[in-house]
């Protein structure tokens, strides 16, 4: 298994295996921005508009050549926000998770920000989600919670754990 940054040369290769691990976690329950019913027309759409945005930075979790994980860096592109950054869609397919793959890309993430002079760094999970549990384990400050904050994939109203780490 490796953690490795995507390349936009990589996009159109990884479009396939990033839908399906963006659709598994979906149909799995995962509150991630999207509601039922939810297709794999729906989870390349979102990453071949993702992948565009040429500030933000990709790293996928690797098992020889299908890619099992993913975590985005978003740095934040207001004038007076320099130095922080967002990480997002933090995702491991069902076939890659106990194997420290989501802590993993979680690393790479803060090192990524590192590399690009972004020291504050924030997200957002369900609340009582197992992500929320990783990033405690892994030094993030839970700052606060917002009750009924998005929906979950079957349309139930969720809280929103939000953390922040300074790296």
């Not at 549990?133 to 904050?149: D, N, S």
């Amino acid at each position: 298994m490796e953690i490795v940054p995507l390349t936009a040369e990589d996009h159109a290769a990884a479009e396939v295996d990033l839908a399906e691990v963006l659709l598994e976690c979906v149909l799995g329950g995962a509150s991630v921005g999207f509601t039922l019913p939810f297709a794999v027309e729906d989870a390349r759409a979102y990453w071949r508009d993702a992948l565009e945005n040429p500030e933000a930075r990709t790293w996928v979790a690797r098992d020889g050549g299908r890619i099992l994980g993913v975590v985005r860096l978003l740095p934040a592109a207001q004038p007076n926000a320099p130095h922080r950054a967002e990480v997002a869609k933090l995702l491991v397919h069902p076939d890659g998770r106990g194997r420290g793959l989501g802590g993993a890309l979680l690393v790479a993430a803060e090192e990524g920000a590192r590399a690009l002079g972004r020291t504050l760094l924030v997200l957002d999970t369900e609340t009582g989600s197992v992500a929320e549990g990783l990033y405690a384990r892994r030094g993030w400050t839970r700052v606060g919670e917002i009750p009924e904050f998005a929906l979950t994939p079957t349309g139930d109203r969720a809280a929103t754990t939000i953390f922040r780490k300074h790296v």
